[in-house]
């Protein structure tokens, strides 16, 4: 439990480090709709937003959220015939990939953006070692002969740490384990070190501690190959421990985005909120775990206002006519809510989310002197008894936080 807050006024470096970076992707405006039997569906309803050099961002959601899909469009590979990109840019070092041909998104896919895909049984060639398939993928984007290129794809392998990369370089996916093939797309992914790497929900069908041990694979080679990396995940629990930035998406929509801290302790949209209640501590019983209640919308079919209305307990009734614009928190912060609004009522957040802003204003050093009353005996309660669990903080300078409670 931290006892001493950073220091500062109220705004932590690595926010005023986020402003100040330049960024090395921008996704403006993004509308995408997939031809249907029963017409255009619209799967991503203006999407924006950025990434920024050595930079980790996470896209978290339900499925059917728009995640995939919105990453899918920055390496053009949505099928072609079924799509329709409405609106929007995606600038990658200023460049617009939408209007980029074939051949020139060929050049940028595998050498400056790649992805781990989240099935890699699925992804590797089954009739093709795997060290050839890394070998590939560098001969495709470098002028290296194959003997060169089959060297280097053991090296990676063996970044990676795949014991006896050399031996194991000759044999097929079906001889590795789901952690190692994970592994294996890993490396291949970073063969021509790429400045984005996509990691699309790379750990949902490994073993929880293989979980951890792929999260820490990831966060290193980023350190060493400087990649940016764009996580896309549903579980909470996984974005604590590797993302800078985060980006909430429902129905096609990001509905809110803020650095790890502000999402985490300072969230703002009511499904936000949900998502962070349904995440289990070590301390959750099974009969306590909240969840959501009802189901995703239909995408083909969207009703007027806010999508998630019908799921909110906190739903104003603009929420079931008009859709909420997103609301300015903060420099780095934001959130597509009505609540955020000055005509909106004051609304009282779950106690788990109040303990969270507890949190938060000592993170931020803003409770010196706080009495009790200021944040309510119950909130109070529940942040003292909270587990050690929750994001790092992501300032080295701020060395007497490490790990948060949620």
Known sequence: MPTNPPKGNGKDLTTMKLIKEKNILEVNHLKISFKTLEGNVQAIRDVSFSLKKGETLAIVGESGSGKSVSTKAITGLLPQRLTNIEDGEILFNGKDLLKASNKELTKVRGSEIAMIFQDPMTSLNPVMTVGMQIAEAIMAHTRLDKKTAMARAIKLMEKVEIKDAAKKAYHYPHQFSGGMRQRIMIAMALACKPKIL??????????????????????????????????????????????????VMYAGRVVETGTTNEVFYHPQHPYTWGLLEATPTLSTDDDQLYTIPGNPPNMSNLKPGD????????????????????????????????????????????LDIQARYVVYDRLMGRDKGASTADYGEVAIAAFESADEFGPKTFDDSVAAVEYLEV
Do not use: C, Y
Request: hydrophobic share 45%; charged share 25%.
């Open 198 to 247: 996509i990691a699309d929900e790379p750990t949902t069908a490994l073993d929880v501690s293989v979980q951890a041990r792929i999260i820490e694979l990831i966060n290193e080679l980023k350190d060493e190959f400087e990649t940016s990396v764009i996580f896309i995940t549903h579980d909470l629990g996984v974005v604590a421990n590797v993302a800078d930035r985060v980006a």
């Open 307 to 350: 999508p998630f209305a019908p799921r909110n307990p906190f739903a104003l009734g603009i929420d079931f006519v008009t859709e909420p614009p997103m609301f300015r928190v903060t420099e780095t912060h934001s959130a597509a809510t009505w609540l955020l609004d000055d005509r909106s009522p004051k609304i009282t957040p779950p």
